[in-house]
């Protein structure tokens, strides 16, 4: 029997402020999402903001005097400065834009593999080690894997217990004085664990090693302050926590930011330009060459707003109860097992299952046919699948909107789904 939710948040009036959940699916079933960790859904505050943006202040940033462009500079750095105090950045200038978390975390890789920092503390080379885990998103694999094999250095990670956590058994013989870099997720995107970064980072920063995290996923859900959580970079992107898509954000001390060489060259990244060679413009601009995504932005400033007007901790509250609601229903659907914590302690808002004899791209389909939103697949986290021997899992995943009822339309559909498949 499912437990009764207490939420801190009235999700009925939360739920009319996003548009999109009063559609209408093929057939006339309600729209039932339970696909946020791939991307959320858009309140409309942020609508409005953009639209706002566009027909009345559209202009370039950081280049032009007239009254258009000075608009569009004052929104778009207005932005990083709700975003610095989103996050508890102790400085707007900390504050980088990227188009998503994806190219922030390449960001520090190239920068890092490229040899042009002038400290040696951020240069990678032979001997050097880059430890990363099993549960990571591709884009937290791929680009290190690719760093070492330019660099010489060699990669290392954490592997997945049978439940679902990381393996921190080895904690000091796999961080050691090799480690140059240490980057690992918060909350993973398939298996919902939360990870104790601040026990990783404690040890890595032992070491003098850098930590960089990837907030996709723990961003949009709780309360972050950077310097509680002991790192030097932290990763997210905006789509994920109410804002438009084509927008992220890396947040890295000033120290590590000062000394990392630029990543792409272009126009208002520099100070100056001579033909024999050029100087740079100190962050965050060094690292925003070309027209930002000056619109998603300032959306990404209007989804902060309206998140902080929810309050993260209660917007954290209501993930938790809901999360708990959901894997007490998920168990009493017969066949059904949980790929990761099977409990709502340190864990987050997206959980993965498999339902027994039943591939997850057919239990997606009729689910969908019945206005169930859910994404099924390895959730660019093919590893994970790889050690728990699976193919895929169907993820379903929620956030500020998401209702009991969502979770009752999921437990039922998969009902719905092994009858259909006998």
Same mark, same amino acid.
């Given at each position: ?169 080895? %904690? ?37 090693? %850098? ?95 309206? %998140? ?115």
């Amino acid at each position: 029997m499912a437990r009764e939710v207490t939420s801190p948040l009235d999700v009925d009036r939360v739920r009319k402020d996003f548009p999109i959940l009063q559609r209408r699916l093929a057939g006339d079933h309600p729209l039932v999402y339970l696909d946020s960790a791939n991307t959320s859904q858009k309140p409309q505050p942020v609508l409005d903001t953009l639209t706002e943006h566009y027909t009345r202040h559209n202009a370039n940033v950081a280049r032009a005097v007239h009254q258009l462009g000075e608009e569009a500079t004052a929104a778009y750095e207005g932005a990083r400065d709700t975003i610095a105090t989103f996050i508890g950045a102790p400085s707007r200038d900390e504050v980088i834009f990227a188009k998503n978390a994806s190219e922030a975390l390449n960001l520090v890789a190239n920068t890092l593999a490229s040899g042009l920092a002038d400290d040696p503390r951020y240069r990678l080379g032979p001997g050097d080690d880059i430890v990363i885990t099993e549960m990571e998103h591709h884009s937290n694999i791929v680009p290190w894997q690719l760093a070492a094999q330019r660099t010489g250095a060699r990669l290392r990670w954490f592997g997945i217990t049978d439940e679902g956590r990381l393996d921190l058994a080895q %904690l000091d013989e796999l961080i050691t004085p090799r480690t140059k870099v240490v980057s690992l997720v918060h909350q993973s995107n398939i298996l919902g664990t939360l990870n104790d970064v601040a026990l990783i980072a404690a040890r890595a920063h032992e070491v003098g090693a %850098l930590v960089l995290v990837d907030g996709a996923q723990s961003v949009p859900h709780m309360p972050i302050d950077v310097r509680e959580l002991g790192v030097d970079l932290l990763a997210f992107t905006g789509h994920k926590m109410c804002g438009p898509t084509g927008i992220g954000v890396l947040w890295g001390r000033s120290e590590v930011l000062d000394a990392l060489p630029p990543f792409l060259g272009g126009g208002e990244m520099i100070e100056t330009v001579a033909m024999e060679g050029s100087t740079f413009a100190a962050a965050p601009h060094k690292f925003e060459a070309g027209t930002p995504p000056i619109a998603q932005a300032v959306g990404l400033g209007a989804a902060a707003d309206y %998140l902080s007007g929810l309050g993260m901790a209660h917007v954290n509250a209501h993930v938790e109860s809901i999360t708990a609601y959901a894997l007490n229903m998920l168990a009493d659907v017969d066949g059904v097992t949980i790929i990761g914590p099977d409990s709502p302690v340190d864990r987050g808002g997206t959980i993965s299952f498999t339902l027994d004899g039943i591939h997850p791209h057919d239990v997606g389909q009729v689910l969908d046919e019945h206005g169930v939103a859910v994404r099924v697949g390895h959730h660019c986290a093919r590893p994970v699948c790889v050690r728990y021997g699976i193919p895929a899992t169907t993820r379903a995943s929620f956030y500020v909107y998401t209702t009991t009822d969502d979770i009752d339309a999921l437990a039922d559909g998969l009902e719905r789904v092994k009858r259909f498949f006998g």
